[in-house]
């Protein structure tokens, strides 16, 4: 039986330029998660936004811990209970009030503030530094779901408008501090992202109950629709999240998110009908560079790497000696 140790390895800022391959196989992530907002319109039950954030995160999450058996101890009670909140439970709550409170892709555009997050909060605790082409990247990604998502006939409502950033907060905070403790030594991605997911279910099912309740009935699309969320939008999406979260820069990582936007506009071109104007196509090539911008930051300076590990101790070291390439350097790392 495997149990989140009382010391974790940490996981670096991320010094090296990300692989292609890790890029692609993270991207999968908030493409899947794109889908949301088109699920929860289309498939789900009406304004049943804690029921929908509950079912997509619980039963995946319980699922998983009892086959990795995996378990908290020592201080990952807390670590565990911090990351489940953040990355699954208000997050997950925040997400689908946004989508059922805002129109269309609006939701979308207003959680894209994300990465400005991640930028001040890598500073904070990560020893981060912000570079001017961060800054050009999250103008140019912000421009970009802007001309995506934005039309005349949309309307604005200030709680919609609250959630969604409350939810960018939430989310930001959570990769960044997923990236700070890394994960125990011994305990598996699956494990790992188990225990988030059952945690966050966990710290909604109660609100849940005592707020909205149980439907009084369920219908065949609202089955198909929260096992999908609960698969694939939870399961194995969030497995792969975790997963490039160890392996690529922080803002790599954050500026991934705006592809959800753009596979939003995408499926609602195919499925419902959609048209997509000139600017939303200029939008989307937008969003793409962002993500191209971002990763072309590259790596620290040795005199940067310095002043971080001066600072911040091992986690400086664990940023020097991680290898690029590893999974949360579980058998390799070594302090120095």
Same mark, same amino acid.
């Given at each position: 039986?495997s149990?989140?140790?009382?010391a974790?390895k940490p996981?670096?800022?991320g010094?090296t ?5 890790d890029l692609?196989i ?10 949301t907002?088109l699920?929860t319109t289309?498939?789900?039950?009406a304004d049943?936004?804690?029921l929908?954030a509950?079912v ?9 811990m009892l086959?990795?058996?995996?378990w908290?101890?020592?201080?990952w009670?807390f ?11 208000l997050?997950?709550?925040?997400l689908?009030f946004?989508?059922?409170q805002?129109?269309?892709g609006?939701?979308?555009?207003v ?5 400005l997050f991640?930028?001040f909060?890598?500073v904070?605790?990560?020893?981060e ?10 103008a140019v990604g912000?421009?970009g779901?802007g001309?995506l ?5 949309a ?11 409350a939810g960018?907060?939430s ?5 960044v501090?997923t990236k700070r403790?890394?994960?125990p030594d011994?305990?598996?991605l699956l494990?790992f992202?188990g225990l988030?997911?059952?945690m966050?279910?966990?710290m909604?099912?109660p609100v849940t109950?005592?707020v ?8 065949g ?7 999908y +969320?609960?698969v694939i939008?939870? =399961? @194995? !999406?969030? %497995?792969v999240? /975790?997963?490039g979260?160890?392996?690529l820069?922080t803002?790599?990582?954050s500026f +991934?998110g705006?592809?959800s936007? =753009? @596979? !939003?506009? %995408?499926?609602? /071109?195919v499925?419902l009908?959609?048209?997509?104007s000139?600017?939303q196509?200029v939008?989307?090539?937008?969003v793409?560079?962002s993500?191209?911008?971002?990763q072309?930051?590259?790596p ?5 790497r310095?002043?971080?590990r001066k600072?911040?101790g091992n986690?400086?070291d664990?940023?020097d000696?991680y290898p690029?390439g590893?999974?949360?350097?579980r058998s ?5």
């Amino acid at each position: 039986m495997s149990t989140l140790a009382t010391a974790a390895k940490p996981i670096g800022s991320g010094l090296t330029k990300a692989s292609p391959r890790d890029l692609f196989i993270t991207a999968l992530a908030p493409m899947v998660w794109g889908s949301t907002y088109l699920v929860t319109t289309e498939f789900l039950p009406a304004d049943r936004p804690l029921l929908a954030a509950t079912v997509r995160a619980l039963p995946a999450g319980i699922v998983l811990m009892l086959v990795t058996r995996t378990w908290p101890r020592g201080s990952w009670w807390f670590k565990a209970a911090a990351l489940g909140a953040l990355n699954i439970g208000l997050f997950f709550f925040l997400l689908f009030f946004t989508a059922y409170q805002l129109p269309g892709g609006l939701a979308a555009l207003v959680m894209s503030i994300q990465p400005l997050f991640v930028l001040f909060l890598g500073v904070l605790l990560l020893g981060e530094k912000i570079r001017l082409m961060h800054l050009v990247a999250c103008a140019v990604g912000a421009a970009g779901v802007g001309l995506l998502v934005l039309r005349s006939d949309a309307s604005l409502t200030f709680v919609g408008v609250l959630a969604g950033m409350a939810g960018a907060l939430s989310m930001a905070a959570g990769i960044v501090l997923t990236k700070r403790w890394g994960r125990p030594d011994g305990v598996g991605l699956l494990g790992f992202t188990g225990l988030q997911l059952a945690m966050g279910g966990v710290m909604l099912l109660p609100v849940t109950l005592a707020v909205e309740g149980l439907p009084g009935a369920v219908t065949g699309p609202n089955l198909t629709g929260f096992a999908y +969320l609960s698969v694939i939008g939870a =399961l @194995v !999406a969030y %497995a792969v999240w /975790f997963k490039g979260i160890q392996r690529l820069p922080t803002m790599v990582v954050s500026f +991934l998110g705006f592809l959800s936007p =753009l @596979v !939003a506009t %995408a499926l609602g /071109f195919v499925f419902l009908g959609e048209s997509l104007s000139g600017w939303q196509i200029v939008g989307a090539v937008l969003v793409l560079g962002s993500v191209g911008l971002v990763q072309r930051a590259g790596p620290d300076s040795s005199r940067q790497r310095q002043v971080r590990r001066k600072r911040f101790g091992n986690l400086s070291d664990c940023s020097d000696t991680y290898p690029a390439g590893t999974v949360g350097g579980r058998s390799r790392y070594r302090h120095r």
